[in-house]
């Protein structure tokens, strides 16, 4: 418990990145506040490792951390208590989807033509129904006026776009949207989700790097 503890303290303390490549420090840097916001983890998958959100949730930013996976509920108990796990995958009705166990389980997806994509059919281990919500019903539940809501993190293995077109972009604008990528940078550019992020008045500022075309963009609100 004290070593824990002792660990929490230093990781707080000091500027110790979790993301895979800096996005956390980069992040910090372009969110530039003295006073903790808000965050919304969507395909957040572990708690700590290769999170673009522990280093804020270490730092007192209220977090929504959203995934499909019901076994990583009491990983993020543990973690991260106070912030809110919320078991669900997000799509434009109340409904359910099929949720994908695949042999790497930082590759779970609610979307088979991800899979297929990446040829992964061999890789399925099971699969379960889990609950559909739109990312505007869930933000209205857990946000209030009060919250300046700094970043949108999207990881959802192909399914990224259409869980961005349930947004009310009039009413949840974060500053930054981060959303994984792995194709080059110049497909980026004109790839329909930074098409539509432009269309919401965003611009593609950069790319992280993790390796080879695989990193993370970043988009910036325009005002």
């Avoid at 539940?141 to 259409?162: I, M």
């Amino acid at each position: 418990m004290l070593l824990n503890t002792l660990k929490k303290i230093i990781r707080k303390r000091y500027n110790i990145s979790f993301s895979k490549s800096g996005d956390d420090i980069q992040l910090n840097k372009l969110i530039n506040k003295t006073t903790p916001g808000t965050y919304v983890d969507i395909g957040c998958w572990h708690p700590v490792k290769a999170s673009n959100t522990y280093y804020f949730s270490l730092r007192g930013w209220k977090g929504l951390c959203i995934d499909p996976n019901p076994d990583l509920k009491p990983l993020y108990k543990t973690f991260r208590p106070n912030d809110y796990f919320i078991n669900a995958a997000i799509g434009d009705s109340n409904t359910e989807l099929d949720y994908y166990y695949l042999k790497e389980s930082s590759m779970n997806t609610v979307s088979l033509d991800f899979i297929k994509k990446h040829n992964l059919e061999d890789k399925i281990i099971k699969k379960t129904k889990i609950p559909v919500y739109s990312l505007k019903s869930i933000l209205e539940k857990y946000l209030t006026d009060d919250d300046r809501l700094d970043f949108f993190d999207v990881d959802a293995e192909g399914y990224d776009l259409e869980i961005l077109k349930t947004n009310d972009w009039e009413k949840y604008r974060p500053r930054i949207v981060v959303i994984e990528s792995d194709i080059s940078i110049t497909s980026d550019i004109a790839s329909d989700i930074v098409k539509y992020l432009e269309s919401k008045d965003y611009k593609l500022l950069g790319k992280s790097i993790i390796n080879g075309n695989l990193g993370n963009l970043f988009l910036v609100s325009n005002y």
